[in-house]
């Protein structure tokens, strides 16, 4: 049952209990995160089996993409105001069921529209888990960025392990196999549960405490970080989609190679998502994302430019800097507006899936007119308006509420 309560804040991550200090709860939610991620990247693992049983065309193909990824992304922030106005645990075992059973029942049956249908409602499930979820996190997380980073990096490694799973299962049963592919979410809600419980309750009675030390919305640093959510969302996504085809073409091999390049991405990310944090807390977390994006300029650079083998050192240091911010983010989201934590990491989740996947058609277009190379070359111009609109970003007074010292002051504006 929702309970009203009043706004959130950082202020509500105060310290849980020590019941629940006594489990690894950033762990615990780190794996869940893991689970409902995992069914982001079944989606483009499913659509080569979806073309060859059911001879899609590409019009089509992108239709079931765009239902998990547009659609998601858009109702996230909805789900955000939600649990910014009700206390809503069960959002999160309910979501994670979502995700899976969507994936599922995708390859069941032959009509596109239930086909579609299946995918919107994993997508939906994905969009409900991660609000509610990102604030029980920083309550585990107990202020510390290098915990949020733990947290974030489940997601990265459960969407990367989905093709790995999904592949398998589909090869050995076909399409009729995809309800073995609920799993990951059923394990998922089973093992996060209690943390989730004691997560929860403290959270709630500590939301109307928090409430009262609130701080104001910082609209504009809000739209601003909102803008660098948008570029990073664009030249992440869209070397996701096409760095396999430009390493075959630039380093020769064939599909492998373009896997490999592919692996050498998510890999970069993984740890690029543990680095963020722990840079965060020696930093402080603006100057540790305008750094970020700074040095992203030179990296993609080199995923162009660079010939041979080279590329993939460099696509690993690209996708290792543009997750350094990525929990950052979301964080940063929720100190900017701390009267509505949920609604900002809607905003800033969604923005970092659905903008890329909207744009990636745009870079496609781009490839076959000019080539990929130039294609992929402006990316290089999004990722230096990253750092410049980072440069104008507030560094949040939030660590005095959590016990974690970065030397910041709230209104710091150096730039790097």
């Known amino acids: 049952m929702t309970t009203p309560s009043a706004a959130p804040t950082p202020a509500s991550t105060a310290s849980p209990p020590a019941s629940a200090r ?4 950033t762990a615990v939610l780190a794996l869940g995160h893991a689970t409902v991620d995992f069914y982001q990247g079944a989606v483009p693992a499913l659509v080569p089996f979806l073309v060859a049983d059911r001879a899609y065309g590409y019009p089509a193909a ?14 996230q922030p909805l789900f955000g105001v939600l649990t910014d106005r009700w206390t809503m645990p069960w959002l999160i075992p309910v ?35 991660h609000p509610e979820s990102a604030r029980l996190a920083r309550v585990a997380a107990r202020g510390s960025h290098v915990a949020m980073g733990w947290y974030s990096l489940g997601g990265t490694i459960g969407f990367a392990l989905a093709p790995l799973a999904v592949g398998p299962v589909l090869s050995a049963g ?4 995809t309800p073995w592919l609920v799993v990951p979410s059923v394990a998922g809600v089973l093992l996060t549960m209690t943390a989730v419980r004691r997560l929860a309750r403290h959270a709630a009675e500590g939301r109307t405490a928090a409430a009262r030390s609130a701080g104001r919305d910082n609209w504009p640093a809000f739209l601003r970080l909102s803008a660098i959510v948008v570029c990073r969302s664009i030249v992440y996504v869209g070397l996701s989609a096409f760095i396999g085809l430009y390493a075959q073409q630039r380093v020769g091999g064939g599909p492998a190679t373009g896997s490999a390049a592919l692996f050498t991405l998510y890999a970069g990310g993984a740890v690029g998502t543990v680095v963020g944090g722990r840079l965060a807390a020696r930093w402080g977390r603006v100057r540790t994302v305008r750094v970020a ?3 992203s300029v030179p990296a993609v650079a080199g995923v162009v430019l660079v010939p041979g083998p080279g590329l993939f050192v460099f696509a690993a240091l690209t996708a290792a800097l543009l ?5 950052l983010q979301v964080t940063l989201g929720q100190d900017f507006l701390p009267s509505r934590v949920g609604t900002a990491a809607g905003v800033t989740l969604g923005l970092a899936v659905s903008v890329g996947g909207v744009a990636s058609p745009g870079i496609g277009a781009l490839g076959e007119e000019g080539g990929l190379g130039a294609a992929l070359a402006p990316l290089t111009l999004l990722c230096a308006l990253a750092w410049w609109l980072a ?9 005095e509420g959590y016990g974690v010292s970065t030397g910041s002051a709230r209104g710091t504006t150096s730039s790097v």
């Open 22 to 25: 006594k489990a690894p709860a």
């Open 62 to 75: 992108s239709g079931i993409v765009l239902a998990a990824t547009l659609l998601s992304s858009v109702v």
């Open 95 to 129: 979501s994670s069921l979502c995700a899976g059973v969507g994936i599922a029942l995708a390859g069941l049956g032959d009509s596109y529209v239930l086909t579609w249908l299946a995918v919107a409602l994993s997508g939906i499930g994905v969009a409900a888990y």
């Open 174 to 177: 076909g399409l009729g196999a």
């Open 293 to 295: 994006y700074a040095s």
């Open 323 to 327: 997750y350094v911010p990525f929990s």
């Open 391 to 399: 440069r104008t970003l507030p560094e949040p007074a939030d660590d």
